[in-house]
């Protein structure tokens, strides 16, 4: 079960629903979704005016597609303000400081009972958890064990909603580098984690590695069914 199938099946469970991601590149995952409405957002989309013909022809959802060529934080300030979504998909920059700042933004256009699926929050290793402010960076420090995948520190937006956000449901579904998952649901049966903001900011990928499971509120992959019948 990779992010494709687990967005498309929330999806299926609205009538007319709304899509938006955060972090397209070459439209690997966007291309093939279903969905009434779908809106795409990358500062450098990674696709040419011919892919995306193409990908009309394949998939006719693509044929009302939106694209924004530009930062998430310049579509929430500039476009994405009005229209409320059922599902967004937060695959952008993997800095904690980003993707923290992308579920807050949209969690603001999210419908009450909507979905934020974000990708990479369980990193396979520790070159793939290096914190860097892009990926590029990240490529070029010579890290030991880097084999090219990048979540960066995008576990801390998870941990850091885990400690502070009760009105949040916040689990990290263990598949395709951890998907992590929020609802607006709250989590009204489990005690919020203890960590301060600033405990948070100063743990390491050792922190995280110890304590994974309990800090993502990892599950796995199996218990995605029993999540959807909850929606
Ligand atoms: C891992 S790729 C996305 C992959 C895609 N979601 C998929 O499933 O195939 C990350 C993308 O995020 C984009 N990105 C980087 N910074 C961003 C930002 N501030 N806002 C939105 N997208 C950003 C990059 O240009 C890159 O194309």
Redesign the pocket.
């Known amino acids: 079960m990779r ?2 199938d687990v967005i498309q099946s929330l999806l299926k469970k609205q009538k007319s629903p709304a899509y938006l ?10 291309f093939l979704l279903k969905a009434a409405s779908k809106t795409a ?6 696709f040419s005016f011919k892919e995306k013909l193409r990908w009309m022809y394949k998939n006719p959802y693509n044929l009302s597609a939106r694209y924004y060529e ?4 310049k ?1 929430f300030e500039t476009v994405g303000t009005t229209q409320k979504i059922d599902v967004v ?1 937060i ?4 800095t904690y400081e ?1 993707s923290l700042k ?1 579920v807050l933004n949209s969690l603001n256009v999210l419908k009450e009972n909507g979905v934020i699926v974000m ?2 929050c369980n990193p396979p290793h520790k070159a793939a958890a290096y914190a860097a402010t ?2 590029e960076e990240a490529s070029t420090a010579n890290i030991p064990g880097w084999t090219g995948e990048w979540c960066g520190d995008v576990w801390k937006t998870i941990c850091y909603l885990r400690s502070t956000r009760k009105d949040l449901q916040v689990f990290v579904l263990d598949t395709d580098y951890g998907l992590g998952i929020i609802t607006k649901k709250g989590q009204a049966e489990t005690e919020l984690l203890t960590n301060t903001p600033a405990q948070i900011e100063a743990m390491t990928y050792e922190d995280f590695d110890q304590d994974r499971v309990q800090i993502l509120g990892l599950k796995n992959k199996e218990y995605f069914s029993t999540f959807l019948e909850t929606l």
Do not use: C
Not at 41 to 46: I, S, Y
Not at 70 to 73: C, E, L, N, Q
């Open positions: 992010r494709t991601e955060i972090g397209v590149e070459h439209g690997q995952n966007f957002v990358d500062p450098n989309f990674a530009m930062t998430s934080d579509y998909f695959d952008g920059l993997h980003q992308d990708h990479d892009t990926k």
